[in-house]
């Protein structure tokens, strides 16, 4: 894709425990917040897409309720059950249809209000893994984790210190809940122990929040400053957890493949120049670094070790801090195209990295990343 | 935080258990269990489209067929994968209270077919639990045909 479709604006709320308001005005306030910053008026808009998820919202259709707070009143509005980065693909095909110009995407979710671990099971195989109560997410991810270690040779130290990296990154994100200034792996290896070999400080912590992405047509973001180019974007779905290898992110492979094909991506190490990956674990960062391409398969931790993905390597990844520095589902996916496109227009602040051009933001769903989509940002 | 003091509740129910699921895993899942409790066996489907093998047995296939045959696999299994935990953990399950011995979960791969069951490993420290292991499923004395008697897994002396 060449210049087709921008994003033009974007918003986050500072994610929190609970941020003590309801989920209406928490979704008004990031709305607001994005669509002033791209100077528009919600009259200006033409298509809205949410991204939330009703189990966890509580109540069926739960973007009923969102039609006022998201600006969607008499326009045309859908939803994904998904991430919001998958919001942001409903958008940019509206948008590529030719009959819309201005999107506005919101991803949103309060842990406060719906609690625990129950969402992921009832993620599950209905007829007998919800019975046996065995899988959840985290018990899912720490198999996940074992498969991935014993494949790579990756050891839980490893792994501790991508959580340490995430955590020292989100100390410089003022959105951030949880970050832990000079971090390291020993500190979270004695965190508290969940299913080995993952510790609470390799989790991404859900909490409160929502964050807003304006997009525009090639016509519309000609009159922006700084718009930031969705290049190209590949989306893939994988089988049922028990269905398939664990050990790699095949389907986080194939989004890679089709969006780099794309965007004319033949040698991300060298072309990317940062990443935002959305890591629900620790694990997945490094994982993730082999199906994107940035270093062969099995070399995640080796191309950790070599300080490639720091703040000041050569491939930042979560100069944000990433998930593990906030989870509000449904937001954090779109959180990672926001960063990367704050990074390109350098307006990071304090996470910054310098001379970023084109950036891949990665965005998941479900039980041990089942559905992945991988996006590539650039500007002028 | 006022506005959580309005929250009210109104009498009414949704009452899940009035619903009619459909589930041809149910089916499935019968024979399977009757195989392990008449024949102390395990029967797992196959898709003619791919031959690929489920156990648990599965009405659908990824290939889009209809796995509609019935093949017998072994009840010795690799270790794929594996966690421990136990009442340490978040919302984990319990382990044994008294002795504190955490519980392994493992993801394992029956002999002849080609997913993974989640399992209980007994017998072994969660230290010497690796990928790539021997295990056989530990039968209950009496086998109950259900999913319990899946439930423990112990290691296979080779």
């Known amino acids: ?380 | 935080m006022e506005y959580k003091n309005e929250t009210i509740a109104i009498e009414g129910s949704w009452n899940l258990a009035s619903w009619e699921w459909k589930f041809e895993s149910i089916a499935l899942i019968r024979k399977t269990f009757e195989a392990m409790k008449n024949e102390r066996k395990l029967m797992a489907n196959k898709c003619p489209g791919c031959g690929r093998v489920y156990f648990l047995p599965k009405p659908y296939c990824l290939c889009l067929s209809i796995p509609d045959e019935w093949v017998e696999i072994k009840d010795t299994a690799t270790v794929t994968t594996y966690t421990f935990t136990g009442a340490w953990a978040y919302e984990g399950i319990a382990d044994d209270e008294v002795s504190g011995t955490p519980q392994i979960f493992a993801g394992v791969v029956f002999d002849g077919s080609d997913t993974k069951t989640v399992t209980m490993l007994e017998g072994i420290e969660p230290e010497k639990v690796h990928v790539g292991m021997r295990v056989k499923l530990k039968w209950p004395e009496e086998v109950a045909g259900g999913l319990t008697d899946l439930a423990h897994c112990v290691p296979l002396e080779e």
């Open chain 1, 1 to 380: 894709m060449d210049k087709e479709v921008a994003i033009i604006a974007y918003a986050q709320l500072p994610y929190e425990a609970d941020n003590n308001m309801s989920r209406e005005v928490m979704v008004l306030k990031a709305t607001r917040a994005a669509i002033e910053a791209a100077g528009l008026k919600r009259e200006d808009l033409d298509t809205v897409i949410t991204a939330n998820n009703d189990y966890n919202d509580g109540r069926t259709i739960s973007n009923m309720r969102l039609v006022e707070p998201a600006g969607s009143w008499h326009k045309n509005e859908s939803k994904v059950e998904m991430d919001g980065t998958f919001g942001v693909l409903y958008a940019l095909t509206r948008i590529l249809s030719g009959d819309h110009d201005i999107a506005l995407v919101v991803g949103e979710s309060q842990a406060s209000v719906y609690g625990g671990i129950l969402p992921g099971i009832m993620m599950l195989d209905p007829t007998f893994d919800r019975q046996r109560w065995l899988l959840n997410e985290v018990s899912a991810a720490a198999l996940q984790a074992s498969a991935y270690m014993a494949a790579a040779g990756v050891s839980a130290e490893q792994i501790a210190a991508v959580a340490a990296k995430n955590l020292d990154n989100a100390a410089l994100n003022p959105f951030a809940l949880r970050s832990l200034k000079g971090a390291d792996a020993k500190k979270v290896l004695a965190s508290r122990p969940l299913y080995s070999p993952i510790t609470e400080l390799m989790t991404a912590p859900r909490c409160d929040g929502a964050c807003a992405v304006v997009m525009a047509s090639a016509k519309a973001a000609a009159k922006v400053e700084k718009p930031v180019w969705i290049k190209g974007v590949g989306f893939s779905h994988d089988s049922y957890v028990t269905e398939r290898s664990l050990d790699s992110m095949g389907s986080l492979k194939l989004a890679a493949d089709a969006c780099y094909r794309q965007a004319g991506i033949e040698d991300p190490a060298s072309q990317i120049d940062l990443a935002e990956v959305h890591e629900c674990f620790a694990h997945e960062e490094l994982m993730a670094y082999e199906a994107l391409g940035f270093c062969e398969p099995l070399q995640g931790g080796v191309f950790f070790d070599s300080g490639a993905t720091r703040l000041d390597g050569k491939l930042p990844v979560n100069a944000s801090g990433g998930a593990l520095g906030a989870n509000a589902e449904y937001a954090t996916g779109l959180a990672r195209i926001i960063e990367a496109a704050m990074q390109i227009r350098g307006d990071a602040g304090r996470h910054q990295v310098k001379g970023v051009k084109t950036a891949v933001a990665h965005g998941q769903t479900g039980i041990c990343a089942q559905e992945n989509i991988v996006y590539v940002l650039g500007g002028e």
